[in-house]
């Protein structure tokens, strides 16, 4: 039996399934479209500038702006809330706090997001690839934008700015080409974008589950954890989230509108 007459018969048995706590439908579903020229064109673009200027910057290190200018000890100065935070939120083991931040940001938000795309479009009707592309497409374009504003404002991570300097060789907590890419926070940005994406995309199906609060939940962690790590100041990852929140949502609404 050919392929597609498989996934023919298959399909609407994974939609007449009985409803479990943790996914179900709920009402009539929407659908979503995704066209290779007019979204993917633009998608493999922003994916390509991302990667090139992340290189570019590694063989060329951004010098530091200081734009609030220097405190008493010839240092950049910080703002009132940022340093509270950071007191309040670091950790006394930061390099766990990245580990961890980079495990979300990197595989358990990713992995998640694209299982409930693949779920919704399977269970709400249709197809599940548009749905896992305009996930995809949200976190493409929020990196984008964090990675633009990182290279605009070159402002000097936490660890830089108050500890001393690092062996590389005893821990990779400094490295040379990191040090002045705070502002704002890219794993917040997209691990946001993911989730608000993937909330988009479940009410578009008309599909009702908690875990896409627990995605959520998931990416406000990691912003908490960029903190702990000394990675970046709270507000940092507070302008982080608010662009992936709205990259995450207006992505679905304005790119892909309603195809009923």
């Not at 909330?199 to 954890?225: C, E, H, K, N, S």
């Not at 903190?227 to 995450?248: E, F, K, Q």
């Amino acid at each position: 039996m050919a392929l597609p007459r498989i996934l023919e018969d298959v399909a609407p048995r994974l939609r007449r399934r009985p409803r479990r706590w943790w996914f179900w439908r709920a009402g009539p579903p929407g659908h979503l479209e995704f066209d290779l020229v007019r979204h993917g064109v633009p998608l493999l673009f922003c994916g390509a500038v991302w990667v090139s200027t992340h290189l570019w910057r590694m063989r060329r290190p951004p010098a530091p702006l200081a734009w609030t200018g220097p405190d008493e000890d010839g240092r950049e100065r910080v703002n009132a809330l940022d340093r509270k935070v950071r007191e309040l939120l670091l950790w006394n083991d930061p390099m766990l706090a990245r580990q961890l931040s980079n495990a979300l940001a990197n595989f358990v938000v990713p992995a998640g997001a694209a299982g409930l795309a693949v779920a919704a479009g399977l269970r709400g009707g249709g197809g599940p690839f548009a749905d896992v592309l305009v996930a995809l497409e949200a976190m493409v374009y929020a990196g984008t934008i964090s990675q633009a504003a990182k290279l605009l404002f070159r402002r000097q991570r936490p660890f830089a700015r108050f500890a001393p300097p690092v062996d590389p060789a005893q821990g990779v907590l400094r490295l040379p080409d990191d040090d002045n890419l705070s502002f704002f926070s890219s794993h917040t940005s997209t691990t946001m974008a993911f989730a608000f994406a993937v909330a988009q995309i479940a009410t578009r199906r008309r599909v009702r589950t908690p875990l896409v609060f627990i995605l959520g939940i998931a990416a406000g962690l990691t912003g908490y954890l960029r903190i702990a790590s000394d990675r970046h100041y709270a507000t940092d990852v507070l302008a982080g989230a608010a662009v992936g929140a709205l990259v995450g949502t207006s992505v679905p609404r304005l790119l892909h509108p309603p195809i009923d």
